[in-house]
């Protein structure tokens, strides 16, 4: 995801690549050349504090891992230095929704020296909750909410397929369940908590539910095949109650190649409410190529904000940046 | 437009009408009691600076006219008060587009007063441009963009079927185009520039063209029938040009009852790039309700945001008020 997010921003007017930091890829090569381009003239290096301390970043761009734990001291080291940070670590959609101390400290250092900290991604960060918010708007009245991203594992390697508990036996999902190593999809709490807060609901609690997909038929993948008779994927979903009400239903089934059970894949939003409201992109937007694209244009709005720690629902809209990013940041500065 | 707006004010938390302004309808009534309400002990009045001057609102919403050149000494009065104004006038979505001396005035006195001004609405406002933008953030390219609303006139009154020639023979409608009578939609050039200014896009042109759609059937509306052989309604399209390749299409065939003709009401939306995106949006979201519940929630981000002329491009995402909407106003401002 890095190199991907590295790749977009090397083309686009208005941006210059100062460091790129790397546990152990291209490490010591020329960040261009590592990635099929002409050089950068920017060494990959796995020193992180010497990297920031040399290239001075306006913003830092960070793709290591899901969880808060392992990205705080990432972002603080960031930002201490004075860059802004973007996140696509699920957790950092909604840091509060996990880890509110956490959120209060990133608040306050970001504050301190003057940047701004952002979380997103295409889920959480975009389809099953800004889309959803952004949705709301034309409404005047929300019974409830039910979302669905239907997609396809095929592309995806060894890690996600772990994760995901795919080509296991509907036992070993059950107990990858219990010891931690089947995860499904990390954001649902996130995911709830943007939209309930942007919305001014206080969520009761929130419920998850993760199922086994079982293959009824071979399933062809880039990096496995499924037997009939074992998990394909894990349909994760989530319920959000107010007063005791479910009003917000996210449902996230992710399989390998579903089109051989035919299923097809897509994004759909449906809001009860005035009016009623029944949203479908067909197929999904990719999540790989969504990421990369919404952590990389939120780089204008995140720019332009003010100090703080920030989620989707706070920035103005986001877009795609096709104009030179700095002018389009100072435009954005202008009428914040 | 005004009272369906003033029914949903009532009814939020941490809202309250100080003021009531009308031509005609209602003068001289309790605001709550002409809306089939209980009392708001507010009366309706036609004297806008005498209410001003008493209600002293923090926020005015104009639903009077689709141009700029009737609504602009309405949104003055208003901001000389103080007040912050949503207007749902189409020219005002972007109003650089048809009247940039008249942007840059509105501008600087609402900067001068220390209070903010927005256009909004379904469209312009929204489905063909602010849901356009906020997509493309899940992009790393756009080539084009194309995107269709296809509505049903059957509710609308004889002030609609006017303007989109419904009940006019094919040569009456051509007559109506010349003279002025026949206008379509307004709100094509602002969505263009809105859409453009926000991806860094610089327009060549913009290129409109409205034809007549022909009942080849009866069509029943609620103000008329259109025998067939009549106009149904305005096919109105507009194409966005930049570097003399056409990025932008919008499509708009508003007609009489188009089920008649087996034609799904709908709104879509395509983008051209990396990823490609194809999003459909049935039946379309209904233009009247649609643009109250923009005028109403975007109360919060208005307010919330820095002195100026406003898009929706500039301010955080929209989103249903179903809280305290000084509360989620507040949060909106901390977060700025």
Redesign the interface.
């Known amino acids: 995801m890095g190199g991907g997010m590295a790749r977009?921003l090397a083309s686009r007017d208005g941006v210059k690549i100062t460091g790129a930091i790397s546990r152990t890829t291209m490490v010591g090569e020329d960040l261009g050349e590592g990635l099929g381009l002409k050089p950068l003239g920017v060494t990959v290096s796995n020193d992180a504090g010497a990297t920031l301390a040399e290239a001075r970043p306006d913003l830092t761009v960070i793709a290591t891992s899901s969880f808060i734990s392992d990205v705080a001291e990432q972002i603080y080291a960031a930002v201490d230095f004075g860059s802004n940070v973007i996140s696509i670590a699920e957790e950092m959609a909604y840091p509060a929704a996990s880890s509110p101390e956490v959120a209060g400290e990133m608040d306050r250092r970001a504050k301190e020296r003057g940047v701004s900290i952002l979380g997103t991604g295409?889920n959480p960060g975009?389809i099953l909750d800004?889309?959803i918010?952004?949705l709301?708007?034309?409404?005047?009245?929300?019974k409830s909410i039910r979302a669905e991203r239907v997609n396809d594992l095929s592309p995806f390697g060894p890690t996600v397929m772990r994760t995901q508990g795919v080509g296991t036996t509907p036992e070993e999902f059950e107990a990858g369940l219990e010891d931690g190593t089947v995860v499904g999809h990390v954001g649902f709490n996130e995911s709830m908590h943007l939209i309930a807060?942007?919305?001014?609901?206080?969520l009761d609690r929130v419920e998850q539910t993760r199922t086994p997909i079982v293959a009824g038929e071979t399933r062809e993948g880039q990096s496995i095949t499924v037997p009939a008779g074992r998990v394909a994927g894990c349909h994760h979903s989530a319920r959000g109650y107010v007063g005791g009400e479910e009003v917000i239903t996210l449902e996230h089934p992710q399989q390998v190649n579903p089109g051989a059970a035919r299923v097809e894949t897509g994004d759909y939003i449906e809001i009860s409410?005035?009016?009623g409201?029944?949203?479908?992109?067909?197929p999904e937007?990719?999540g790989g190529?969504?990421t990369?694209?919404?952590a990389?244009?939120?780089v204008a709005p995140l720019v332009a904000a003010?100090p703080?720690l920030?989620?989707?629902?706070?920035?103005?809209?986001?877009?795609?940046?096709?104009?030179?990013v700095r002018?389009?940041t100072d435009?954005?500065k202008d009428?914040?």
């Open positions: 977009v295409i975009f800004a889309l918010i952004a709301t708007g034309a409404c005047t009245e929300v807060s942007a919305l001014g609901w206080h409410g005035t009016p409201l029944s949203l479908a992109i067909q937007i990719p190529v969504g990369i694209a919404l990389v244009n939120m003010s703080g920030k989620t989707m629902a706070d920035l103005p809209l986001p877009r795609a940046l096709l104009g030179n002018e389009m435009q954005l009428v914040r």
